[in-house]
């Protein structure tokens, strides 16, 4: 596709793999240019618009904010952004995980030990210690 292709907005919005709604989202956002109309009073998007779309969802899909991509948007398009601009973010991000991770793998811990906590499994539920595992001065 050559760039200076323009497409409407449920164009852009099927070659970006998004709804005409999250297009529009993006637009209130600042996270894409809203064209003028045209011919017809039809907005036409240039073809970048969805390579930027594209762009958005990728990093969402890495756990990056909505902001966060605006700022990355915004480095894309400075003269005075470096490599090195992109990349701190990139292991902030990383750390973000990391700890996200590790609470993760905490919650599992302690959601084996509360299963575990139950040894027979057809006792009454009057019985039943994973209740008293919910009691904050009960240890499991």
Same mark, same amino acid.
């Given at each position: 596709?050559k760039?200076?292709?323009?497409?409407?907005?449920g164009k852009?919005?099927?070659?970006?793999?998004?709804?005409v709604?999250?297009?529009?989202?993006?637009?209130?956002?600042?996270?894409?240019?809203?064209?003028?109309?045209?011919?017809? %009073?039809f907005?036409c998007?240039?073809e970048?618009?969805?390579? +930027?779309?594209?762009? $958005? #969802?990728?990093?969402?899909e *890495?756990?990056f904010?909505?902001?966060?991509?605006k700022?990355?948007?915004?480095?894309?398009i400075?003269?005075?952004?470096?490599?090195?601009?992109i990349?701190?973010?990139?292991?902030?991000?990383?750390?973000?995980?990391?700890?996200?991770i590790?609470?993760?793998q905490?919650m599992?811990? %302690?959601?084996?030990?509360?299963?575990?906590s139950?040894?027979d +499994?057809?006792?009454? $539920? #009057?019985?039943?210690?994973? *209740?008293?595992?919910?009691?904050?001065?009960?240890?499991?």
């Amino acid at each position: 596709m050559k760039d200076d292709r323009k497409l409407t907005i449920g164009k852009l919005a099927n070659v970006s793999g998004v709804g005409v709604e999250t297009v529009r989202f993006y637009e209130r956002q600042g996270l894409i240019q809203r064209p003028p109309k045209g011919e017809g %009073s039809f907005r036409c998007y240039p073809e970048v618009e969805a390579k +930027k779309i594209r762009f $958005i #969802k990728k990093a969402q899909e *890495l756990g990056f904010t909505l902001k966060e991509i605006k700022e990355l948007l915004e480095l894309q398009i400075s003269e005075q952004a470096t490599c090195g601009n992109i990349t701190q973010r990139a292991e902030v991000k990383l750390s973000e995980v990391e700890a996200k991770i590790k609470d993760l793998q905490s919650m599992r811990r %302690s959601l084996i030990k509360l299963v575990d906590s139950c040894g027979d +499994k057809n006792i009454s $539920i #009057k019985q039943c210690r994973v *209740l008293d595992c919910f009691d904050p001065g009960w240890k499991c």
